[in-house]
C-alpha cells in the first residue's frame, strides 16, 4: 500500500479588525494581500460612524472586498467610541479560541495594551499603520507594517542618499480629514530610507555559527524579534535577500542549497574588513 501524503499545514485563521478613523480605504487591496502571506482573513470588520461623510472612501470597498461594517456612532465630541467597540469584539473573538491571530489596521496608539494582551494568550498581533504610528503601539505587535507600502504606486524604488535624509514620514499639510470630508486622505507614498547595516551587522554576530556565518531565514526571524516593523521595502528592496546583496561591501551571502519550493537556502556573514 503507497505511503499516505503528509496533510497540508493548515493556514492560520486570523481575525482582521480595522479603526476606520485612523486607515485609508487606499490601502485595501495591499491590505488584503499582505494578510494573505500571513493566513486566512477568517473575520473582516471596520469600525465606525457610517453616517460620517469622511468614511465615503470605505462605503465603496466594503462589499467588494467582504468586510463587514460595525456601526458606532459618535456619542461625544472628542471621545473615540470606535475604539472601545473594537477593543470589546477583539476580546470576545479571543475568547472563542477560533483563532491563531489578529491583524490591527490603526495608526491610533490606543490600541497598544489590546496587542499585548492578545500576545499574552500567546497569539500573534500583526499591526498596519502609518509611520505616524506611535512606537508603543508598534513594538506591542509581533510584526508591524507600514501602511505607506500597501498603496498600488508604492513599489520598491532605488534608495536615496544620505544626503536626502532618513525621514519617510513627512505629512502633506493639505490631506486631513477637515479639508477632505467626503473621504479619507491617501497616505503618502514611502521614501526608502538608509539601511541599518550596523543593527543588520550585530544580529548576524550574535545568530552566526563558529564561522561567522548565519541562515537567511534565521537572520529575518531574529531581525524582526528586535524590531517588529523593519521591513526590506522601506529600504528599497522587495527581499532580505536583495538588501543583503546591495550590502555586499558589508555583507557576504552563501548559497546553502534548494529549498522545498524551488528556492535558494542562503546564509550570510559580515564581510571581514580587508588588511
Known sequence: M???SSAPRQQKHLAVLIDADN???AIVEGLFEEIAKYGVASVK????????PQL???????LEHSIQPMQQFAYTTGKNATDSTLIIDAMDLLYTRRFD???LVSSDSDFTRLAARLREEGLEVIGFGEEKTPKPFVKACDKFIYTELLRD??????????SNGTSASTPAPAT????????QPAPAKAKPQKVPVDFIAKVIDD?????????LGALGTNISKLRSDFDSRMYGFKKLSDLIKAQSGRFELQILGSTATGGQALAVRNRKPSK
Open 2 to 4: 503507497a505511503a499516505k
Open 23 to 25: 486607515a485609508s480605504a
Open 45 to 52: 470588520r471596520i469600525y465606525g460612524d457610517w453616517t460620517s
Open 56 to 62: 465615503g472612501g470605505w462605503k465603496k470597498v466594503l
Open 101 to 103: 491571530g489578529f491583524c
Open 153 to 162: 504606486d508604492a513599489e520598491p524604488s532605488e534608495p536615496e542618499s544620505p
Open 176 to 183: 486631513t480629514a477637515e479639508s477632505k470630508p467626503a473621504a
Open 207 to 215: 545568530s552566526s555559527d563558529e564561522d561567522g556565518w548565519c541562515h
